[in-house]
Nanobody, 116 residues
Framework: QVQLVESGGGLVQPGGSLRLSCAASKSITGIYVMAWYRQAPGKQRELVASIYSGGNTNYADDVKGRFTISRNSAFNAVYLLMNSLKPEDTAIYYC??????????WGQGTQVTVSS
């Protein structure tokens, strides 16, 4: 059963923008944080941005000012608006949701490629 479904990845030129979306299954209740991670070839998965049920957000230093994480009112969907994209942003982007336990849920990943 797919718990998190991501969309919005693709190929974009440097300086361009993309918006990623992640929708959680209704079977996941009590989510209190959702986040985006990314993993580039040969590198470890890293946190890009997170958002809590209260609205607090956190960003990795190298995306601050360029990326914006947001959520819907039901807190079962999260979005990542990525502006001023750079080739080094190329990676598979994963959505994560956490509910009390804690129990982690991961999406299948969506490829983002920044290239001219």
């Amino acid at each position: 059963q797919v718990q998190l479904v991501e969309s919005g990845g693709g190929l974009v030129q440097p300086g361009g923008s993309l918006r990623l979306s992640c929708a959680a299954s209704k079977s996941i209740t009590g989510i209190y944080v959702m986040a985006w991670y990314r993993q580039a070839p040969g590198k470890q998965r890293e946190l890009v941005a997170s958002i809590y049920s209260g609205g607090n957000t956190n960003y990795a230093d190298d995306v601050k000012g360029r990326f914006t994480i947001s959520r819907n009112s039901a807190f079962n969907a999260v979005y990542l608006l990525m502006n001023s994209l750079k080739p080094e942003d190329t990676a598979i982007y994963y959505c994560k949701a956490v509910r009390p336990g804690p129990v982690d849920y991961w999406g299948q990943g969506t490829q983002v490629t920044v290239s001219s």
